[in-house]
């Protein structure tokens, strides 16, 4: 049985040995959290920029190092800025979904060994650890989102409104997606340590692998060229990381001309098709998720 701890902030209990309630207490139990997931946000980032001048400003940097560089060698060295137009955008958009879903997926693997102390002496929905993550990855993106509009501001070019519904698609993939790994990955860190770094090069190969700075086009041209063709085009599409960029410049990068004003076609007719079929198989995804973690967090404490 479990017995209540008394300590500031929202009431929490000692911890179970698992949790086998059912998917809709556990999620009624992770909403009676928002005070708590409240406070471990603001806890994130304010020990996050702990002592620096620039504080939450040092968001920015990185994707604006990643979006000189990417446009500078792949754009200018390489041509790819010739064929497509305003291609510091397409990078840039392409760089904010990612690092939404990477930040969540690396910090979400290591929330529960780092917060291990906590952990130990009080139960509450263990769930709240990586979706912490994503909220302190959310206030990213949010932050980078103001660069994204500075530049329309600067190009002059604006995405048109109606590709704007795309957003829903790739928001709707890219929760789920991201929180439920960092579900699984952060109770397998807990038992396995390697599990955080094999996280850091399954994230970089799925960059290269995702659209975000070359055009799922580039990708297709060159599987075609391949035994079995259709079939990696096909595992290509269903890769959920590509998906949520190529819906996001789908809505947010503006009309692409070639330099004899035809429009270029970078997304198949069934595209729309494809991203509603991905939302409902990534919250089934995140179903299973759930359940695996809420069978296991309870046990691997004895671990931390």
Do not use: C
């Amino acid at each position: 049985m479990s017995g209540r701890v008394n300590q500031p902030g929202p009431s929490v209990t000692l911890v179970p040995a698992g949790r086998t309630s059912g998917v809709f207490k556990d999620v009624r139990d992770l909403l009676g959290t928002r005070e708590l997931l409240s406070a471990l946000l603001g806890r994130e980032l304010a020990g996050k920029y702990k002592g620096s001048l620039l504080g939450i400003g040092w968001t920015l940097i990185r994707p604006l190092i990643m979006l000189f560089i990417y446009a500078v060698v792949i754009g200018e060295f390489l041509g790819a800025a010739r064929s497509i137009s305003n291609f510091a955008i397409f990078v840039f958009v392409g760089l904010l979904f990612w690092n939404l879903i990477s930040d969540s997926i690396s910090m979400g693997a290591v929330s529960m060994t780092s917060n291990s102390s906590l952990l130990k002496k009080v139960w509450f929905p263990r769930e709240v650890l990586p979706l912490t993550s994503f909220a302190v990855a959310t206030v990213h993106f949010l932050v980078q989102f103001i660069v994204l509009i500075f530049a329309y501001l600067v190009f002059t070019s604006w995405p048109p409104v109606g590709n704007l519904l795309y957003l829903f698609p790739a928001i709707l993939i890219a929760f789920p997606v991201a929180f439920g790994l960092s579900l699984i990955f952060s109770v397998l860190n807990v038992r396995f340590r390697d599990t955080q770094y094999i996280v850091e090069v399954g994230l970089v190969l799925s960059f290269w692998l995702s659209p975000v700075v070359y055009p799922w086009t580039a990708a297709h041209q060159f599987l075609s060229t391949l035994p079995f063709g259709s079939f990696f085009q096909e595992l290509y599409m269903a890769n959920p990381f590509g998906l949520v960029v190529m819906s996001a410049q789908q809505a947010l990068w503006p009309p692409i001309n070639t330099p004899e004003g035809q429009s270029l076609q970078f997304f198949d007719s069934p595209f729309a098709t494809r991203l509603w079929l991905s939302v409902l198989a990534s919250w089934i995804f995140l179903y299973f998720a759930q359940r695996i973690f809420a069978r296991m967090a309870g046990t691997v404490v004895v671990d931390l």
